[in-house]
């Protein structure tokens, strides 16, 4: 690093970095490294469409593994977890047609958001609008299994104007029923909770209304319980305040913080709520207490040395995943308060990017703030493979993932599906 001078790795020299016009020089140390990032995604882009088999682990083979599994050496956990394995680095990336019932709706605005349900038979959409705020739609995965490779998006059109921080399902009167949104109007922010059924084919006039919203200071994260304990209860997560609203009853219980929370998740088994904080702590509440000052209402507390920007609990819910603002995805055992694992390669400096863990898979996937996608072995924290996304790296540009080996539901095809700029792409095993 010479002040002044830059390296041309191609040359394998240093030039002067000379003011063009008006002290204008278009070479800045951003561009280059613009310049070199953009070389190696399109060379492992290349690599990809050439390459139709990779491992990351040496002598490992489907006919080994099945040879393993029939001598006993294997158990049906591990072979399942390995078969996966061995999928996803063969996954070859397709482009999928968004068909819309308003034929000037599908593939015009780049896709912010897109959040599977439980079953993976849809996917709810954020996307960006070009006036300011953002536009919702839902997209059905039943058409993934044809060899078209079409998905129907159906809109909802009525709330527009308003940039969703984040979403989540809620299962009000049936599984993934309703949607909680966190959006940011101009000030102050709102948080709503939508029937699903709003984004369908039906008449409009059958549809039915909001079921709740109410305005609130800037939101960061939300989460819906599941423990049948807190039911019809879902999480905000504010500036240094935690509101945990039952949409039933209207009650709300506010929990103060020193930081603003950032990353939020249920359990299902005790109704805790875990969250991640701007400061770097994650801790636990109990949400049957009620608030009393002076009280001290934290359970579980950990650290990192960064904002933690996404949690997930494994099924077990003996450990907790944790990504932070210094691009650091850490397994915490929440038994003894220790991290157990460090899952490395992920790139994050400022972003607020989500974890996908999929246990019965065992594999975790993570987009980093460079748009690579990345996957591990759940297992022993191995980098199985880095996806390199179709378009530039950019801001706007960073790829939405969803993976699942059930998508489009109980029949459905396993891969993944990455959203990025204005389109849809399924990543499908062999």
């Not at 002598?59 to 591990?78: D, H």
Request: net charge positive.
């Amino acid at each position: 690093e010479l002040p002044g001078f830059y390296y041309d790795s191609e040359k394998n020299r240093y030039f002067r970095l000379l003011p063009g016009h008006n002290n204008y020089n278009p070479l800045t140390k951003e561009s280059i490294q613009y310049k070199a990032m953009e070389c190696k995604r399109l060379k492992l882009l290349e690599e990809e469409e050439k390459q139709k088999k990779k491992t990351t682990r040496t002598g490992l083979n489907s006919s080994v593994l099945f040879q393993k599994r029939q001598l006993g050496l294997l158990s049906s956990t591990s072979y399942c977890r390995l078969v996966h394995e061995l999928k996803v680095n063969c996954m070859q990336r397709r482009k999928i047609e968004i068909h819309s019932p308003d034929s000037s709706v599908a593939g015009t605005n780049n896709f912010k958001i897109i959040v599977a349900d439980v079953a993976c038979e849809r996917i709810f959409t954020v996307n960006d609008v070009e006036h300011g705020g953002c536009k919702y739609g839902i997209i059905n995965l039943s058409g993934l299994g044809k060899e078209s490779l079409t998905v129907e998006m159906y809109d909802n059109l009525y709330f527009t104007n308003r940039k969703v921080n984040s979403v989540c399902w809620a299962s009000l009167t049936h599984p993934d029923s309703h949607l909680c949104l966190m959006g940011i109007a101009e000030t102050p922010g709102c948080a709503s909770l939508l029937p699903a059924s709003l984004f369908s084919s039906t008449n409009p006039g059958d549809r039915p209304g909001m079921l709740c919203s109410f305005k609130i200071s800037t939101a960061w994260s939300c989460a819906w319980c599941l423990n049948p304990q807190a039911d019809n209860c879902f999480s905000t997560g504010l500036t240094r305040r935690v509101l945990v609203t039952n949409v039933v009853t209207g009650h709300r219980q506010t929990f103060g913080t020193s930081s603003d929370v950032l990353a939020q998740q249920f359990a299902t088994q005790t109704p805790m709520l875990y969250n991640g904080c701007r400061s770097g702590e994650i801790f636990s509440i109990d949400v049957r207490q009620r608030n009393r000052k002076g009280q001290s209402w934290k359970a579980i507390r950990l650290f990192h040395d960064s904002a933690v920007t996404s949690i997930r609990l494994l099924e077990a819910e003996h450990y907790l995943m944790a990504a932070d603002m210094a691009g650091k995805i850490k397994l915490w055992d929440l038994r003894t308060a220790k991290c157990v694992k460090q899952y490395k390669g992920h790139h994050n400096e400022y972003a607020v990017l989500p974890l996908h863990v999929n246990e019965e898979e065992g594999l975790l996937t993570a987009v980093g703030q460079d748009c690579y996608t990345r996957i591990w072995s759940l297992q022993d924290a191995h980098l199985l493979r880095t996806i390199p996304s179709p378009h530039p790296a950019s801001k706007d540009a960073i790829p939405s993932v969803v993976f699942s080996s059930r998508l489009g539901g109980r029949r459905g095809v396993p891969g993944l599906l990455m959203a990025v700029k204005q389109d849809l792409y399924h990543f499908s095993y062999n």
